[in-house]
């Protein structure tokens, strides 16, 4: 059964940092590509960023050069370094990966305000 378990959100203000987790368990992780989406109130959940099992990233305009995503296989996780957040970085953010079908994480809120 796979399970994606997101950790690491929470309150900062514009400029901040916040570093996103994500435990990945029910599949062989390092076969797999990993993504972040996020999802703001009104809006469209939308891709932020992913990275392939070669370890390749793509990242989303708006975040390119502040966020960076990274995986350890060892431990079935991937990351999301977000630095310089702004207040449009606000959203529930989603660990991400299709095997077979999608699956998602219970999402965390992140939350930029001064």
């Known amino acids: 059964q796979v399970q994606l378990v997101e950790s690491g959100g929470g309150y900062v203000q514009p400029g901040g940092s916040l570093r996103l987790s994500c435990a990945a368990s029910?599949?062989?992780?390092?076969?797999?590509?990993m993504a972040w989406y996020r999802q703001a109130p009104g809006k469209q959940r939308e891709l932020v960023a992913q990275?392939?099992?070669?370890?390749?990233?793509n990242y989303a305009d708006s975040v390119r050069g502040r966020f960076t995503i990274s995986r350890d296989n060892p431990v079935s996780t991937v990351y999301l370094q977000m630095n310089n957040l702004k207040p449009e970085d606000t959203a529930v953010y989603y660990c991400?990966?299709?095997?077979?079908?999608?699956?998602w994480g219970q999402g965390t809120q992140v939350t930029v305000s001064s």
């Open positions: 029910g599949f062989i992780f390092r076969l797999y590509t």
């Open positions: 991400y990966v299709y095997r077979a079908a999608d699956y």
């Open positions: 990275i392939g099992t070669g370890g390749v990233e």
